[in-house]
Structure formats: C-alpha cells, structure tokens
C-alpha cells in the first residue's frame, strides 16, 4: 500500500479522456485553441486577470519564476528545508544564472516574516554581500503545513517595503485551500504573491503544470524562458487538455480534499506521534526502527523522513481501505 | 488541409493506449517498470549498450547532450540554418552556460567534412578565440536532407582527429532512416555519434523525446542536468510508456515511412520546383506569390519560407486524399 | 621593431608617477580618493553627469556592460570581425549568461543602419528566436576605421526606435576622437551611446581602463556585476590614479595623436597597398610572402593578417626612426 | 591609525619599482618574460612542478579555481563564513555556472573533518539533490587562524577518498605560513591541496595575486577561463612583476611576518578580549559600545564586526608606534 508520494499516484481519468479528445490537428507548441483558454480559466479562479503557462515540471515552473523575479546577482529567501534549495538538484541557481538561495529557519518549514527581516538587515548594503530580490514560499509547505491569506499578506507587506518579489511554490496549492478554506485570490495576488506554482501533477495530474503570473509585466520573459528552458512542447495542446479537466467543476479541489482527509484519517490514528500539524496531504510521525518495521512488514510503503521519523503522503486517489488499514496499523503499534 | 508542421499533427493511437495503460501507482520519476525498459529497448536497436533518457522536447534533448559534450568555454559546429542556431531560442548557450556556435555553410543544411575542417582550421588556437568542443548534425536536416552512414562516418572520423564530440539532432531521425535504409547503429555510433536526439513526437509521439548516448560515460552527468534543467517528471512512466509504444513493432518507422511517402507524392508532383532534394517528409518548393495564394485559397495550409518558397511538411497521419488533392493542385500551377 | 600590438608598448611615465603617488593608506576597493574623483574627471570631458567605473581590461569593461544592456536570452547586434565577437573568449555569453551575438557584415568592421535593419527584420518576432536588445559598434573599429559622430547618431537612432541598447567598445576611442576631432559628447551619449570602453591601456595606460555609463540607471548593476566577476580590486586607488593622470592635460589626446601620426607615416609610404583607410593608429597592407619576409628580415615585427596581409599598429611610445625605417621599407617594396 | 583592512595598506616600495622595472617593451598578455618566470618560480617555492596563474583578486583566483575544480551542477563545501560565501557577491556561481556553496559550521571559520563527513553523509546520493564536487577552505581563516599542515592532510585525505578537489584560499597564505613555520609543499599539494589562491595584495602587493595549480591537468581551462573572465591583462608583465618582487629574499614572508608580530603586539595587550587565537594578522576583541567608542575618539580605526566585537587588521606597513598605542590603549579599557 504506497504511501510514499503523491507523485507516484495515478492520473485522474478524466485527465486520461481529456488528453484523448485533444488528439486532433491543431497549431504547434502554444498556439492551440485548448492553451489559449489557459489565461481566461485561471483568470476566473483568481478573480483578476493572470497570465498561466503550463509547463511539465513544478522544478520548471518555480524556477523560471524565480529567474524572472530575481537577477544572477540577487538573492531568494526561502526556508532551509524549501523545495527549491533541497530538492532541486541546484535549479533556481542554473535557471537564474547563478542567483542566491538565503536561506531560512521556521518550524515546518514555514517563514515568519521576523525571520525574513533579520536576514535581510544581516547583509550588508555593499556590492560584497548578495542582496536580496526575491521571497519564495511553499504552500503548503514540505511539511503539509499551509499559510493562511493573512500570514501571505504581512509577508506580502514585507516583501514589498523592501523591495523584495514574492513567489509561492503551490506544488500543493489545492491542498493548502481546501484546508484554510481561503480563495485562490486571497492567498496570492491580493496578499502580495508576484508568481504561483500552480501544481497539478501531485493531484491528478498526468504531466502538466502551470506557472500563474499575477504581475503581467514579466509574461514575455517567461514565455521565452520557457522555451528557452526547453519547456515550450511543441503539441501543448496536450498539457492545456490536462490543466481544463482539471480546473473544470473544481476537479483540482475535489481531488485535494480526498487527499487531505486520508491524511486527516491517519493524523487522528497517532496525534501524539505528530511532527507537524496534519494541514495537507503530508503526515509525519514519530515512529521507532522497530514500528517502522512493523508498518513495513505489514504492507505500507512510505519514506523514511530521519531517524525516527516517517513521511506519509496521500494522494487524490488513496483506497480508503488502505487508509484505515494503515490508520490501524498506526494506532496498534 | 495541414501541411504547416509535423508538431501539428496527431499523436498515434498506440501512444494514447500506452499513456492509458501507465496509468497505475508506480515509482516516481524514472524509477518505474516503463523507464526501466528503454535502455534494454534502446540497446536491441542500436545493437550495442546505450543509456536512454526521456525528455519532453527536442530542446532539451539537444541541449542536455550538447552541454555535456562541450564545456562552457567551448564551441559547437552546426549549420547555419541548424535548428538549435535558429528555433531553440538560445537554449544551448543556456545549458552549456555560453558554448559558442560556430556557424557554418553548406547546401540542404549538411555540413560537408572540409567545411568543418576549414572552420577548425580558421580559429586560432589561443586562450582568446573559442576553441571547438563538438559538432552538431541533424539528420533529416532542415531542409529534409539526410546523412548517409558513410557521410557521418567521415565525419565522425574527422571529429574523432580533431577532438570533438559528435551530436546528431534526430527530431526525424526515423524519416532519414527509411530513406536511407542504413542501421541505426551504423548511422549513428559505428559513424562516431556520441549522443542522438531521437524524435518521436513529430513522427506519432505525444510529448516524449529520448536522449540517446552511446557514450555511457555522461550518463550520470545527463541524469543531474536533466533533473536541474526541470525535465525530470515526477511521473516519467507516461513518457516512456509513449516511447514504447512507439518501438513496439517498427512503429516508429511505419510512421515515417508514411510520411515520406506522402512528402514524395508531393514531390513527383513538382519536380522543377524543388529547392531541395525530397529525401524525408519535408519538400521546399519554389513558387510564387501568386501561386502561393492559390494554394492557400483552395484550403491548403504551409509555412512560407522566405518570398518565393514555400515549406510542406507531411505528417504520419497525413490524410491521403489532402495529399493527392494538393499533388494536383500543385501539377496544376 | 615592434608594430606588432599597442598592447606591448609602454605605460606612459606620468602613469607610473600617478601609481607611485598613490601609494598611501586609503580606503579600500573603490572607497578611495581618487575613485571618487573619477566621476567628476568623466562627467567633465563629456559635458553631462556619468558614472564611471575602473577594471582591469576591456573585455572586462565591454562585457560588464553588456550584461547590463542584453538579458542572458537577447542578442547583440555586432560586426562579424568585432573583438567581442573574435578575441574575447566568449566572454559576452560568460558574462551575460548566454546572450547571443547576432553577427553583421561590413567594410572596415564598420556596421551600416542598412545592415542593422536588415537583421532586425530578418527574426521572426516570436520566441523561437533570439530578439535583439542591443547593438555593440567598435570605435575605431578592429580595421582602425571611425565611425563620425553622425554616423553614430544613426545608428543610436535606430537602436532608439527598435528598443536596443547601444554600446561602444572604445578601446581605441581617443584614436578616433583625434581623428575626427568629435567632441566625446557628441560622438557618445548625444548620438544615443548607453555605454562606452573607454580605453587606456592601449594608449599608455598600465593596467586600468574605463566603463563610462550615460543611462546611470544601470550603475548599481554595474558595480555589483564587478564584484561578482573578480574585478573589483581591493586597492583601486592604483587605477583610478592611471585614469586621473591619463586624463590630466590630455595626455589620452596627445597619446592618441602620437599613435595616429606614425600610422599616417606609414599609410603615406604604400597608399597603395593599404587595405582600409587609415583613420586611428592601425595599418593593414597587402604584401606579399616574400615581401613579409624582407620586412621581417629588416627586423620589423608585426601581425600576419591572413595571406597577403599585415597588420601594422603603432602606439604612443613608438619611436620616430622606427617609423621612419619602417615607411621607407615599406615604399622600397 | 588604520587597523581596518590590510587591503588599505601600501604596496611594498619594491613591488613599485619592480614594475617600474618592467615598463618596456614585451609581449602582450601573459607571453612576457617576466610572466615565463613565473611557473618556475612557483616551483622552487612549492618543490614540486606547479603552474601559476597571475590575477588582481583573490575572487577571480578563487572562483578560477572553483570552476575548474566543480561542475556547474556539483556542491563545493565551505565554511559558512568563508569569503567566498560571504563576501564575494556571488561570484563562485557565476564563475562555476550555477555551482552550490554547501555551508559548514567550526569555530574560527575552520572546517573539522566530521563536519565533512557529516555534511556530505547528509545528502541523498540521487539526483535531486546537490552532489559535492569540491571543498574549500582558507588559510589563513577569515577570524585570523590557521590549518596546520597536518589538518590539511587529513582533510585531504577525506576530499580524496570521497572524490572532492581540495582548493585552498590563501589570501593569507604567508600569514600562516610564518606562524606554523609548515613548508609551502606540506601545508598544500602534499596535503592533498589541488590549487591555492596565493595572496600577495594584503602582503605588500600592488594588484598581483596568483592561483598554483598543483594539479596541471586543469592548466589550460584555468588559462582560457582567465581570459573569458576578462582577467588576462594585456600588460601583463606588471602583475608578474609585482608577484617576482615580492618572491625575493623571501619578501612575501618577511612582510607577513611582521603583520602578524604587530597582531601578536595587540593580543597580548587583551588576553582576555580575544574571541579567536590569533594566528595571523587579525585581532578579533570583545569590546562594549562605550570601549570602542573612546578606541575610535583616539583615533584608531577597525572594523565593528557585529554588537561587541571588533576586527583589528594589522598590515605589513603597520607603524609600531601605531601599535603600541593600539596596545596600550587596549590595555588601558
């Protein structure tokens, strides 16, 4: 029973049928009557016009954000544990030509904005030190943690009193709404957001991505940063199929509410082995070798987070059987 | 009627099962059964050990390669009218991290061994010119030209004498095979070709290119700028399910000999009118503004190709009746 | 006899006196007193406020500038024979992080508005191909040709109204001024130059030349991409002191005319065997293999420019029967 | 009186007329006489063959180094107060394309083999994440102190078995020197050092620095990368100079030697104060605002190096009057 990623999940079926009814003729690359829905559609969902493009990868979709907002010779702050800096494999530093990660403390890999303020007034206003251009944050975080519009906003607040971009990692972006119950406009754009990485992939997705730009000014560059990133497909019909039948009737929702309530489902079975508050999709617990062992004898696949610790991850997908199985096994051990 | 640009046409129904098939819980990224199946697959034939890796497009294929093959400081020989000079939007200068193309002339967008030498020759060989690391060939080419396997041979041999690396840009890598009905292997590294981007999404794929290197020894490289470069998919399964799909029972090659084929009825159609030799799906014909109005205002679509030509690209799944229609239509300017 | 390169000569004696002077304690990097007055000396001498920045080389100083002017994805429009282009290493995609130099044709590496337009209007105006964002003219070119101040002004026009950049690798620009007798301003900002190399080295300078920007917006890069790129010394002092004392009386002018005059001595003595008009302190001749060797036999060095041709340069320093010899070796041919 | 930055001090009256010396006639960029001299003498010193590179910064000799020894993928660990962390403005990104500083933490700014160990035991050996290619250190440290040649070999030792080049940031590299009385041979290539930025600017240098390579096989990159930094000098011979003089009788460590005494003057002047051992030429003290208050109302200059912490850099120039007031002024607190 895998409980290991939300990346290993199937795709939703009707993804599957909406990539089927894309296979037709139609204009190369983005020029596709199904991509030029994408701006409108996302333009509804933030209740402001946005520009959107798909893209195949969220490592793609952060980082040809952040090489918009940020120059070779700026900075990005981000959480020491943020995708980006630990899982990446050096990305923001290839896409933006060698920009900064800066690195940042929080628990549950969330920043506060105090923490943001002491780095910054940490670096010196030379040409010696890198400053900082930019901010990125994960919501929901690496930790199945989310952001609340109110905390995005004060850090929105912040970023732009100093200057500073915001970009927001939502490689579980659906899964940070349907648990703080806030609208897509409120967590992004209105709370300061420049760029979302909209993910699709971790939530029924089969390979499609979008990148939501909110400041509109910087859509040409990342239109030619895609491609030149190698990242404009030439039947891209293919990646809008996938975001519209995701988008339509709050699929993406759906799909992350089921995600979340497995990951509820098992949060309850042990709430005093909890490393992080359950806010997504993401559990992990504080388990010995020995009940790591157990829980693997009896079938469940999952990612040993450290020593004595264990990461559970539920998809749109989970058989609920599984979930109560595993619910079980955690209560038992 | 489409004859614009094989990235326009229809991916094969086969892909579509396979897609629908990789549809199940399986290791993230290229850890899965599918992934695992295409170095063994690659490797029959090729006839001979290669590392094989899924990417989404042609850019990136090329780019990976070529910024393994060539260091920073070095210089790549292509042709002028290379696509990697033309339509990949800088992408190898942003994956070597400034490798120089070194442009060069010849008919058809063949490079000719002396030119290469002559260019070799040209560039001092100092710390202030750049110095050539690589060659870069397509076959077909631009202009729907193919090398023959003892044409990259000697090419191959000179690469080899002078250094170099030797990359083969195979977007229509099938359409110069059936033409010329040379060996993969023969034409590739029996001829001295280091690494191949093998294209499947204009000949009947949906959105997977493979990177073929039959220099194993970039392989670890390969896999790391892949992952930087945003092109690891978190669920690759549905890309090599794509490719599999496409090598199963020749399909890759039945696909582009029926695009050669319709590209020769169109041929035979207007011999005088050729640019160049018809020798994959690709036929540049002369014709006038007028004529040139003609065609279009009988339904028929292609891409103008400077004043007085025209460029037709014929598809896998070209519509035999638009092919007659439009071999007549153009008989009869 | 050495008319082999300007970069051999000899720093001039008030230079060395200045670097001499120079050393006491003072603040370090730039914060010194001497780079403080640099701004003051440049705005003088071109008649409006710029900034200017000291380095070590011009490839420093151009490729600073067009990291400032270029993103990592445009193109700088520049003749094909440019020292950018052909003795810098690459330099431009280093610093720029992979902008692509779109390479131009004409006489005397001079670059026409014509020629300009032409390839502007020859890229597809999409994101396949690499958009041009600024242009880079060599004043005086590599073949000691000038551009007028007028000439510039087109050009500068021209790049105004396409959205590009305009920069000038002055490396020999004290040769051109005395030339044509332009006033700085006239040749530089008033005819649309963002940046120029202002050159020292070449013309009895010891190691430090100039970055001169008119669009004062991009200082703050510029002082950043210095650092970053090593080229921000931390006694700074002993540049600025080689500028301030160049600069004093004229001596870059008197240099420059020193230079000049033998050029003219020797373009006088074989009118025609001149291959370029000689306008700055660089002479290209035709002779032949044997007459090369009867020169070199006499004990004059210089530059073999290809079959048949040589490359004579002269510096300030050069002495007056040298250049006499060399005239009267010349017109005994 | 300037304890601030050894960087503010004067340049040795020997170095002065060591370049005096070299105004004449040579050829251009590093083919002169005195740049020949170089590899030779570098060796002599070292006892084994060495290439040596002359620079103007120890950023561009660091950064050199770091790309040639780490791919633009790969990790390079370092202290995280290491200079080129800290106060190069980026510059090892961009010289390497994108290559990670990985920040290890020890007192003095020195790096314990456990530390290495454990930071690369930390990262998962896949290619999601960073995978070390280098480790860095400095010798002397950026808080004044030093590896003895016996930490080095074991550092070494670890960089080789876990495949990492060792590169060595001697910007203080005669300051340890004179304190461990360690051989130049045995505190670098024989414990396992592959290349050393040897300081001389901090030293009495004018703006020669040198990068030796003990590993020549990286000769020619570092040669070509020098020039497409814009580092290689057209008049080279001046830096090459500069470094001669300052290899005579030992210059190089005479003027370290008396750095470091006056350092050794302070220190004991406040036993008590010091936050690190001072092992070279810096003095780090514990003072209160009021303490250095009434230093700086006696005209001592430094550095404040955060709240209650102050910086003294003592110089090869330091006047001993100068420091003894320091001294007893300290005493006196």
């Known amino acids: ?37 994408l701006d409108d559609a996302f333009s509804d969902i933030f209740e402001t016009r946005v520009r959107a493009f798909w893209v195949t990868t969220g490592t793609a979709a952060n980082c ?4 918009a907002l940020c120059p070779p010779y700026g900075g990005i702050l981000c959480h020491r544990d943020a995708h980006i800096e630990v899982d990446e494999a050096g990305a923001p530093a290839f896409f933006t030509a060698g920009a900064k990660l800066i690195l940042l403390d929080g628990p549950g890999a969330k920043i506060a904005p105090a923490i943001v303020d002491a780095a910054c007034d940490g670096i010196r206003k030379d040409v010696h030190q890198v400053q900082p251009a930019a901010v990125s944050i994960t919501n929901a975080t690496e930790y199945g943690c989310v952001y609340r519009a109110g905390e995005v906003a004060v850090l929105g607040e912040l970023a732009r009193s100093r200057g500073l971009s915001l970009h927001m990692d939502g490689a579980r972006f659906a899964n940070a709404l349907v648990t703080t119950g806030d609208s897509p406009a409120d967590v992004t754009w209105r709370a300061g957001v420049d760029a979302l990485s909209f993910g699709f992939v971790k939530n029924g997705g089969l390979n499609a991505e979008a990148l939501i730009l909110f400041d509109s000014s910087i859509a040409d560059e990342i239109a030619i940063r895609r491609k030149r990133a190698g990242h404009l497909l030439s039947k891209g019909r293919f990646l809008a199929a996938q975001i519209l039948a995701m988008l339509e009737d709050g699929l993406w929702l759906a799909n992350a509410r089921a995600a979340n309530a497995a990951a509820q489902a098992l949060a309850v079975a042990a709430p005093q082995r909890l490393v992080y508050p359950v806010e997504a999709n993401e559990v992990f617990l504080q388990v010995s070798a020995d009940e790591n062992a157990r829980l693997r004898a009896q079938g469940f696949d999952f990612y040993d987070w450290g020593p004595g610790e264990i990461r559970l991850v539920t998809s749109w997908d989970q058989e609920s059987d599984d979930v109560a199985l595993l619910a079980a096994a955690i209560s038992a051990l």
Chains 1, 2, 3, 4 share one sequence.
């Open 64 to 67: 040809l954000a952040l090489a």
């Open 1 to 37: 029973m895998r409980f290991f990623s939300d990346n290993a999940a199937t795709a939703h079926p009707k993804v599957l049928e909406a990539i089927a009814q894309a296979n037709r003729v139609d204009t190369a690359y983005d020029g596709d009557a199904l991509s030029a829905r």
